[in-house]
């Protein structure tokens, strides 16, 4: 989507400038000098923005002086002062923060005083040349949006279009919006259809990209490609942040990956697939029929290995994991014969062309092949029929982080899409294990496989009054054994409770060494002390039956 140029501090945005790479800080913002260094270091990392909480006036008067000390050390790096509740800061943190990030689901909540808070926000901003975000969260929707239009994506882009129609009648349009949820379709489908819904409004504000509390090591990262490529695959975002339950200047690496990765194309025509649609397909042995996704491989069995795959490729017979299912698999096969074999190989061609398809069921091989082609031809040669689909691609990254963010994000951006039979991922340079173990969480991150605990966690920030990074290696040392369970780690109340709604379990901050524990998304216990919350969130999980010595 080709957006407008915004100036955000000496740094522009949109307008086919290069995507920009943000983080935030998650020191106290009232300790200036801790936030000052964390800065140094995310500019070091390469970072063209970055996001600091402001809670109150004692975070306002220090982010004057973050600002003044950063400005001492020759360091012009933007600042977004990120506002939850408080429009009144909102309005004061204009003229300090190069750019200010408001929550639609929290701003102003009365229809009077919203208007009034908007029309007083756009003329502050007005006054200092403030950039203003309007980043909506699935997490915290207001009820009001909830109550019209669900916990739905729609809700999401009605609370952001509310205020861009409000701002506009303010004549204020330096804006960036965003739609952010942990769910990655949530947040995909969200923006997409927020881009649909601003073009036929004849908005042309640039996207901000992020899947929020995307949580730790190859997950987090697994999790984010599979939503940001998505998007920047569809030619939609002009700025990205991969929340990471890590130092916030191990982010700006792996957002300069992604970009790098998957360059975005403007000018595409925007994706109309704004729900989840499975493909409907033909059942055939254990692939296809709305029958969870396979995973396939060309490597044996290992009984010590945590997750196998379903089958197996041996001497062109594909193998069930248990041996209960033989299929003969054609590599490559005439097209005159293709519809009498059941498992074909079919390379996506270099040049649009259409081919039979076989039998029962296609593996489409776009190893070397670009992306695009990849869609087209999926689009063009099986949207259309039921025969099952598994998508294979060979890679030749050389370390696992690449590897993953490449494929997490190809893969991630078909299954979106409904293309949900099976995958299978190879690379030689890598350990089988990886490689496996990465199929499996592309499908978890894309909700369509759960085989093992999911664990959904804030890359915090100021809010957060404990070390996160700490709790989360413990809560998943502890029930890493557990299989299915969807366990959240948040560092506070502001978007906590609402990003893990869906959760099975939660354990959020909630003051200093204190935490609130959950259960379906309902509060259980409150005020725990931190050192015991680990052992009650254990008992917790026992007392409902799901715990597995």
């Known amino acids: 989507m080709i957006t407008r140029k915004i100036l955000i501090g000496s740094v522009p945005l949109g307008a086919g400038q290069p995507v920009r790479l943000q983080t935030m800080t998650n ?76 929550n639609p689901g929290n701003f102003a909540e009365k229809n009077d005083d919203r208007e009034l808070q908007v029309k007083k926000l756009a003329e502050a901003c007005k006054q200092n040349n403030t950039v203003l975000r309007i980043g909506s969260n699935h997490g915290s929707l207001s009820r009001r949006i909830v109550d019209k239009y669900g916990d739905t994506a729609e809700g ?18 330096n804006i960036v919006v965003s739609m952010k949820a942990s769910d990655t379709r949530m947040m995909v489908y969200a923006t997409r259809l927020l881009a649909i819904k601003m073009a036929d409004a004849g908005f042309d504000y640039p996207f901000h990209l992020g ?29 990205i ?12 690496p792996v957002a300069a990956k992604l970009v790098r990765f998957f360059p975005v194309n403007h000018s595409l025509p ?88 076989p039998g029962d069921v296609a593996v489409i091989d776009f190893s070397g092949i670009d992306f695009y082609s990849a869609r087209n031809f999926l689009e063009k ?22 590897f993953q963010l490449r ?24 350990p089988h294990d990886k490689v496996i173990e990465t199929a499996f969480g592309i499908l978890q991150a894309c909700r369509l496989r759960m085989s093992r605990t999911e664990y959904i966690s804030c890359p915090t920030c100021g809010r957060t ?48 060494r204190k935490v609130w524990l959950y259960k379906k998304g309902k509060v259980v216990l409150k005020d725990v002390d931190e050192q015991d919350a680990l052992n009650r969130l254990i008992d917790l999980i026992k007392e409902s039956g799901e715990w597995k010595e």
């Open 407 to 430: 494929s997490a994000g190809e893969f991630g951006a078909l299954l979106m899409d409904g293309w949900c039979d099976g995958i299978w991922l190879e690379n030689k340079n890598i």
């Open 27 to 102: 020191t106290a913002t009232v300790d200036v000098n801790a936030t000052v260094h964390q800065i140094e270091r995310i500019v070091a990392s390469s970072a063209d923005y970055v996001r600091i909480t402001v809670q109150g006036q004692k975070e306002l008067t220090a982010l004057r002086l973050i600002k003044e000390e950063l400005r001492k050390k020759a360091s012009s790096i933007p600042l977004i002062a990120d506002i939850h509740f408080n429009p009144a800061l909102a309005l004061a943190c204009c003229g300090v923060a190069d750019k200010v990030r408001i």
């Open 156 to 173: 999401m882009a009605e609370s952001v279009l509310e205020y861009l129609h409000l701002f506009r009648k303010y004549k204020f349009e």
């Open 381 to 402: 040669n099986y949207r259309n029929n039921n025969i099952p689909v598994i998508l294979k691609k060979e890679y030749a990254e050389n370390d696992i982080e690449s």
């Open 241 to 252: 942040r991969v929340s990471l339950t890590e130092p916030p200047e191990n982010e700006i």
């Open 211 to 239: 899947v929020t509390e995307a949580g730790e090591g190859e997950d987090g990262r697994i999790r984010s490609a599979a939503g940001i490529a998505a998007l920047l695959l569809d030619g939609i975002g002009d700025t």
């Open 270 to 357: 925007l994706n109309n697939v704004v729900a989840f649609n499975r493909r409907e397909t033909k059942r055939f042995g254990i692939i296809g029929g709305q029958q969870m996704p396979v995973v396939i491989s060309s490597q044996p069995v290992e009984p010590e290995r945590k997750q196998n795959p379903d089958l197996i490729l041996q001497n062109n017979i594909f193998l069930s994991s248990d041996e209960k299912n033989r299929y003969l698999f054609y590599d490559t096969a005439p097209a005159t014969d293709i519809q009498s074999i059941a498992l074909v190989k079919i390379t996506v061609p270099q040049q649009p062309q259409d081919i039979a398809s």
């Open 465 to 512: 009054l404990f070390d996160i990074q700490k709790v989360v290696s413990e809560v998943k040392i502890a029930t890493a054994h557990l299989t299915g369970l969807k366990i959240a780690v948040m560092g506070c109340i502001v978007n906590g409770p609402g990003e893990m709604a869906d959760a099975d379990y939660g354990y959020v901050g909630a003051g200093s």
